[in-house]
């Protein structure tokens, strides 16, 4: 029993880190603009990230090595270095967009001025944090996550077209021109970035370590890295589905959360607004939390220092000074008025510039009989992995001349 709970918190805290600022909007847009034409996608980014984060987990555990210290070894000092700052930048960009997104729900829940709820917002998160064991800190971000199925509910009861559904698994070449073409390619690459930002493994990899998971855990960690992606895939659907249902047959392009997050309280009313408000808040808390844990992460790990969010502060001093940096920093650069929407945007391109960097030594790691023994990768493993690594790197050369080429997908 106590084993199928570890599964299902772990199910359950994959939906707080899975669906972030990024998907909420980013995926409505792309249904508003081209229906359900990039679910394939959604398909691909989800395969992708089940594949590595499996990896990555069975990594730390059968290694004890998490992602940046795979990153040290295996791409040298300097290399290794550069994706270290890229990394943590990205965190730190990523953790602002997040609490500035908080801000902005809490301001749809309180009428409050969202100034003063981001400070409100980024002491409570930080106060959760020091206070909370690790696994409390998923129970209570992963948990309340849950609400986030009420878009998978609307997106049900207004009865969406599972015959183009399922014919948006295949990718779209033709477009009507050069520009739709282009606003094509941007979403597809967006989307398959935001299913993979690299602060997902990060914190995988880190809380495999910080629960202690064995080699006879290997099975869980399965069960997580899939079933909690194949959930957290299931909401990114039906974010692009309602972007179909409710703004493309009016030519609505929706660019702020708040338009977002009301479309999945759309078919139910106040009671259901509070809800998608609520979850929408979890996830982005969750987000907020994983980012800023994540920095502390990758700097101890890459220097080789103490680190744990489970140990006392006291004995992890340069772990625990730098997820609070993080966390500071980003409510500053919050407070600056760049909004949330343009610092996630920011993030989502250029942490796909940054994805092979951490992906490819996970791959080689994973693929070392030597250091995994029995557990490492077989042929059929590889292959696949080499596979969704050659899409990411055609994704990351694409990414930021598509950014510039769209004006950042504007229509």
Not at 180 to 206: N, Q
Request: glycine letters at 10%.
């Amino acid at each position: 029993m106590k084993k199928l709970l570890g599964i299902t918190l772990g199910i359950m805290t994959a939906l707080g880190g899975f669906v972030d600022l990024g998907q909420i909007v980013f995926t409505t847009q792309a249904g508003a603009l081209f229906g359900y034409k990039l679910m394939w996608a959604i398909a691909l980014g989800t395969a992708a990230i089940i594949v590595y984060m499996e990896m990555c987990g069975r990594i730390a555990v059968v290694a004890k090595e998490p992602v940046f210290a795979v990153v040290r070894d295996r791409l040298g000092g300097r290399l290794g270095l550069i994706t270290l700052i890229a990394s943590n930048l990205l965190n730190l960009i990523t953790c602002a967009a997040e609490l500035g997104g908080i801000a902005i729900v809490l301001h749809l829940l309180t009428g409050w001025p969202e100034k003063l709820l981001l400070v409100v917002a980024a002491v409570a998160i930080g106060a959760a944090v020091f206070l909370l064991q690790f696994e409390w800190i998923e129970r209570t971000f992963g948990l309340s996550g849950l609400m986030m199925a009420i878009f998978a509910v609307s997106a049900f009861v207004l009865h969406p077209k599972w015959g183009q559904i399922a014919r948006g698994l295949l990718p779209t070449i033709s477009q009507p021109d050069t520009k739709h073409t282009l606003l094509y390619a941007y979403f597809a690459v967006g989307i398959f970035s935001a299913l993979l930002m690299e602060y997902e493994v990060h914190f995988y990899s880190s809380g495999a370590m910080e629960e202690d998971w064995k080699p006879e855990d290997l099975g869980e960690n399965f069960m997580v890295a899939a079933l909690g992606s194949l959930l957290g895939a299931v909401l990114t659907s039906a974010l692009l589905v309602l972007g179909a249902l409710l703004f493309l047959p009016h030519a609505i392009f929706p660019e702020t959360l708040s338009t977002a997050i009301m479309a999945g309280a759309f078919p139910f009313g106040h009671k259901a607004l509070i809800l998608a408000l609520l979850g929408t808040l979890a996830c982005l808390g969750g987000a907020a939390v994983e980012t800023a844990l994540s920095g502390g992460y990758n700097l101890c790990q890459f220097f080789n220092l103490p680190w744990g969010k489970n140990l006392p502060a006291k004995s992890v001093p340069v772990y625990t000074v730098t997820w609070i940096a993080m966390l500071a920093l980003a409510s500053i650069l919050a407070l600056t008025g760049l909004r949330p929407l343009q610092l996630v945007n920011i993030a989502i391109i250029f942490g796909m510039v940054v994805l092979p960097l951490t992906y490819y030594p996970i791959l080689r790691v994973a693929a070392d009989k030597g250091l995994m023994g029995d557990h490492a990768n077989g042929m059929f493993d590889n292959i696949i992995a080499g596979v969704f690594l050659l899409l990411i790197t055609i994704a990351a050369i694409a990414a930021i001349p598509l950014m510039v080429l769209t004006h950042s997908g504007k229509p």
